[in-house]
Protein backbone atom coordinates (compact mmCIF):
# COMPACT_ATOMS: atom_id res chain seq x y z
CA UNK A 1 0.00 0.00 0.00
CA UNK A 2 2.12 3.26 -1.45
CA UNK A 3 1.53 6.53 -0.82
CA UNK A 4 1.99 8.83 -3.79
CA UNK A 5 3.87 12.40 -2.02
CA UNK A 6 5.07 13.26 -5.44
CA UNK A 7 1.63 15.26 -7.13
CA UNK A 8 1.33 19.05 -7.36
CA UNK A 9 -0.64 19.21 -4.41
CA UNK A 10 0.15 20.11 -0.78
CA UNK A 11 2.27 17.13 0.57
CA UNK A 12 -0.02 17.22 3.81
CA UNK A 13 -3.29 18.42 4.47
CA UNK A 14 -4.71 18.84 7.43
CA UNK A 15 -8.52 19.58 7.32
CA UNK A 16 -10.66 21.45 10.54
CA UNK A 17 -8.73 18.47 12.79
CA UNK A 18 -9.56 18.58 16.17
CA UNK A 19 -8.23 16.52 18.88
CA UNK A 20 -9.76 15.74 22.34
CA UNK A 21 -7.82 13.31 25.18
CA UNK A 22 -10.42 11.68 27.21
CA UNK A 23 -13.53 12.29 25.49
CA UNK A 24 -16.78 12.42 27.66
CA UNK A 25 -15.07 12.32 30.65
CA UNK A 26 -14.71 14.16 33.52
CA UNK A 27 -11.01 14.90 32.84
CA UNK A 28 -11.14 15.44 28.87
CA UNK A 29 -8.66 17.48 27.36
CA UNK A 30 -9.59 19.55 23.97
CA UNK A 31 -5.58 19.11 22.92
CA UNK A 32 -6.29 20.72 19.34
CA UNK A 33 -9.30 23.14 17.56
CA UNK A 34 -10.34 23.12 14.18
CA UNK A 35 -6.68 23.14 12.71
CA UNK A 36 -6.34 23.46 9.29
CA UNK A 37 -2.93 23.30 7.50
CA UNK A 38 -1.20 22.61 4.47
CA UNK A 39 2.66 21.53 3.92
CA UNK A 40 4.28 21.57 0.45
CA UNK A 41 7.25 19.58 -0.07
CA UNK A 42 10.30 20.65 0.87
CA UNK A 43 9.70 23.06 3.17
CA UNK A 44 10.93 23.04 6.93
CA UNK A 45 8.48 24.07 9.64
CA UNK A 46 8.35 25.07 12.81
CA UNK A 47 5.17 24.29 15.25
CA UNK A 48 5.84 27.15 17.99
CA UNK A 49 3.77 27.55 21.34
CA UNK A 50 4.58 27.37 24.91
CA UNK A 51 4.26 24.04 26.52
CA UNK A 52 0.37 22.85 26.27
CA UNK A 53 0.13 24.65 23.24
CA UNK A 54 -0.59 21.91 21.38
CA UNK A 55 2.46 21.46 18.99
CA UNK A 56 3.45 17.68 19.81
CA UNK A 57 -0.01 16.68 19.39
CA UNK A 58 -0.44 18.39 16.19
CA UNK A 59 3.12 17.02 15.41
CA UNK A 60 2.00 13.10 16.17
CA UNK A 61 -1.36 13.64 14.15
CA UNK A 62 1.21 15.09 10.67
CA UNK A 63 2.93 12.18 11.23
CA UNK A 64 0.34 9.02 11.75
CA UNK A 65 1.07 8.32 15.38
CA UNK A 66 -2.24 9.41 16.75
CA UNK A 67 -5.48 10.03 14.85
CA UNK A 68 -7.91 13.05 15.08
CA UNK A 69 -10.99 13.42 16.78
CA UNK A 70 -12.85 15.14 14.33
CA UNK A 71 -11.42 16.63 10.87
CA UNK A 72 -9.03 14.52 8.04
CA UNK A 73 -5.77 14.24 7.67
CA UNK A 74 -4.38 13.77 3.90
CA UNK A 75 -0.76 12.41 2.64
CA UNK A 76 -0.46 13.43 -0.76
CA UNK A 77 -3.48 12.20 -2.38
CA UNK A 78 -4.51 9.69 0.61
CA UNK A 79 -6.63 10.45 3.35
CA UNK A 80 -4.72 8.78 6.41
CA UNK A 81 -6.58 9.69 9.12
CA UNK A 82 -9.16 6.55 9.20
CA UNK A 83 -6.97 3.80 8.07
CA UNK A 84 -6.40 1.18 10.10
CA UNK A 85 -3.23 0.44 12.04
CA UNK A 86 -1.41 -2.16 10.27
CA UNK A 87 -1.96 0.67 7.27
CA UNK A 88 -0.63 3.37 9.14
CA UNK A 89 2.32 1.42 10.64
CA UNK A 90 3.74 0.64 7.34
CA UNK A 91 3.06 4.45 6.28
CA UNK A 92 5.20 5.56 9.36
CA UNK A 93 8.00 2.99 7.93
CA UNK A 94 8.18 4.41 4.37
CA UNK A 95 7.04 8.29 4.57
CA UNK A 96 8.97 9.56 8.20
CA UNK A 97 11.45 9.85 9.83
CA UNK A 98 11.12 10.44 13.64
CA UNK A 99 13.73 12.21 16.10
CA UNK A 100 12.12 12.37 19.60
CA UNK A 101 13.04 14.26 22.20
CA UNK A 102 14.30 11.34 24.69
CA UNK A 103 15.70 9.65 21.14
CA UNK A 104 14.14 6.42 22.67
CA UNK A 105 17.06 4.54 21.50
CA UNK A 106 18.03 0.91 22.86
CA UNK A 107 20.30 2.25 25.70
CA UNK A 108 21.52 -2.01 26.05
CA UNK A 109 21.44 -2.55 22.11
CA UNK A 110 24.18 -2.15 19.89
CA UNK A 111 24.38 1.19 17.37
CA UNK A 112 23.95 -1.34 14.68
CA UNK A 113 20.63 -2.97 16.02
CA UNK A 114 19.33 0.21 16.68
CA UNK A 115 19.33 1.17 13.49
CA UNK A 116 18.08 -2.10 11.98
CA UNK A 117 14.94 -2.82 14.47
CA UNK A 118 12.84 -0.03 13.37
CA UNK A 119 12.73 -1.20 10.00
CA UNK A 120 11.05 -4.94 11.35
CA UNK A 121 8.98 -6.59 10.07
CA UNK A 122 10.27 -5.39 6.59
CA UNK A 123 10.08 -6.63 2.86
CA UNK A 124 14.12 -5.48 3.07
CA UNK A 125 16.34 -8.53 3.23
CA UNK A 126 18.66 -8.43 6.44
CA UNK A 127 21.51 -8.32 4.36
CA UNK A 128 20.23 -4.81 2.75
CA UNK A 129 19.73 -3.43 5.73
CA UNK A 130 22.48 -3.64 7.48
CA UNK A 131 24.24 -2.54 4.53
CA UNK A 132 22.09 0.49 4.45
CA UNK A 133 23.06 1.09 8.17
CA UNK A 134 26.39 0.85 7.64
CA UNK A 135 26.47 3.41 4.78
CA UNK A 136 24.97 5.52 7.30
CA UNK A 137 26.89 4.88 10.33
CA UNK A 138 29.84 5.77 8.13
CA UNK A 139 27.91 9.36 6.81
CA UNK A 140 27.67 10.35 10.55
CA UNK A 141 31.14 9.46 11.25
CA UNK A 142 29.78 6.46 13.50
CA UNK A 143 31.83 3.43 11.82
CA UNK A 144 33.72 2.75 14.73
CA UNK A 145 30.94 2.58 17.63
CA UNK A 146 28.52 0.30 15.22
CA UNK A 147 29.02 -2.57 18.30
CA UNK A 148 29.12 0.03 21.07
CA UNK A 149 25.98 -0.40 22.96
CA UNK A 150 24.11 3.07 23.17
CA UNK A 151 24.28 3.64 27.08
CA UNK A 152 28.18 4.19 26.31
CA UNK A 153 27.74 6.83 24.13
CA UNK A 154 28.04 10.68 24.92
CA UNK A 155 24.62 13.12 23.88
CA UNK A 156 26.55 14.02 20.74
CA UNK A 157 26.73 10.46 19.17
CA UNK A 158 23.61 9.39 20.75
CA UNK A 159 22.21 12.19 18.76
CA UNK A 160 23.90 10.96 15.80
CA UNK A 161 22.28 7.93 16.13
CA UNK A 162 18.99 8.80 16.92
CA UNK A 163 19.18 11.00 13.12
CA UNK A 164 20.43 8.25 11.36
CA UNK A 165 17.85 5.47 12.23
CA UNK A 166 15.58 8.03 10.94
CA UNK A 167 17.27 7.94 7.94
CA UNK A 168 16.75 3.92 7.49
CA UNK A 169 14.05 3.58 5.15
CA UNK A 170 14.95 6.79 3.01
CA UNK A 171 11.95 9.01 3.90
CA UNK A 172 10.87 11.81 2.38
CA UNK A 173 9.88 13.86 5.34
CA UNK A 174 11.21 13.92 8.97
CA UNK A 175 9.45 15.00 12.21
CA UNK A 176 11.03 16.22 15.20
CA UNK A 177 9.68 16.81 19.00
CA UNK A 178 11.96 19.15 20.33
CA UNK A 179 14.76 17.85 19.52
CA UNK A 180 16.92 20.64 21.17
CA UNK A 181 15.56 20.13 24.44
CA UNK A 182 18.26 18.18 26.35
CA UNK A 183 21.17 19.98 24.28
CA UNK A 184 24.09 22.52 24.89
CA UNK A 185 24.53 25.33 22.31
CA UNK A 186 27.37 22.91 20.74
CA UNK A 187 25.27 19.96 19.93
CA UNK A 188 22.06 22.21 19.06
CA UNK A 189 24.11 24.03 16.34
CA UNK A 190 25.38 20.60 15.74
CA UNK A 191 22.24 19.17 15.22
CA UNK A 192 21.20 22.65 13.21
CA UNK A 193 23.59 21.61 10.67
CA UNK A 194 23.11 18.16 10.12
CA UNK A 195 19.07 18.81 9.21
CA UNK A 196 19.83 21.59 7.36
CA UNK A 197 21.69 18.84 5.04
CA UNK A 198 19.18 17.00 4.80
CA UNK A 199 16.68 19.64 3.47
CA UNK A 200 19.58 19.98 1.51
CA UNK A 201 18.93 16.53 -0.45
CA UNK A 202 14.93 17.29 -1.08
CA UNK A 203 13.50 16.25 2.59
CA UNK A 204 10.69 17.75 3.81
CA UNK A 205 11.40 18.71 7.79
CA UNK A 206 8.89 19.19 10.64
CA UNK A 207 9.98 20.38 14.06
CA UNK A 208 7.94 21.01 17.47
CA UNK A 209 10.32 22.91 19.08
CA UNK A 210 9.95 25.97 22.01
CA UNK A 211 13.62 26.97 21.49
CA UNK A 212 14.08 30.37 19.92
CA UNK A 213 17.39 28.46 18.19
CA UNK A 214 15.83 26.52 16.27
CA UNK A 215 12.91 28.53 15.19
CA UNK A 216 15.07 31.53 14.42
CA UNK A 217 17.68 30.00 12.82
CA UNK A 218 17.93 29.97 8.54
CA UNK A 219 17.14 26.55 8.43
CA UNK A 220 13.05 27.36 8.68
CA UNK A 221 11.49 28.40 6.15
CA UNK A 222 7.90 28.62 7.62
CA UNK A 223 6.60 29.35 11.67
CA UNK A 224 3.24 27.76 12.90
CA UNK A 225 2.42 29.40 16.02
CA UNK A 226 -0.38 27.61 18.11
CA UNK A 227 -1.71 28.76 22.10
CA UNK A 228 -4.25 27.06 23.66
CA UNK A 229 -4.85 24.17 21.01
CA UNK A 230 -5.47 27.20 17.97
CA UNK A 231 -3.52 28.04 15.45
CA UNK A 232 -2.51 32.14 16.30
CA UNK A 233 -0.17 32.57 13.23
CA UNK A 234 1.32 30.61 10.11
CA UNK A 235 4.24 33.18 8.68
CA UNK A 236 6.92 32.06 5.64
CA UNK A 237 10.18 33.32 7.13
CA UNK A 238 13.85 32.86 5.60
CA UNK A 239 14.12 30.77 3.12
CA UNK A 240 10.47 30.89 2.60
CA UNK A 241 10.52 34.65 2.16
Request: glycine content about 8%; aromatic content about 4%; some cysteine.
Amino acid sequence: MGVDINNSGPLIRIDEVSKIYHHGRPDEVCALQNISLEILQGEVVALTGPSGSGKSTLLSLIGCMSRPTQGTIYLGERRVSRLPEAFLARIRRESYGFVFQQYHLLRDVSVLDNLMFPLYPAAMPVKTMRERALVLLDSFSLTDKQKTRVRQLSGGEQQRVALARALMADPPIIIADEPTAHLDAGLTAELLTMLTELHAEGRTIIIATHDPVVYQSSLITRTVALRHGKLVDDEKVGAGQ
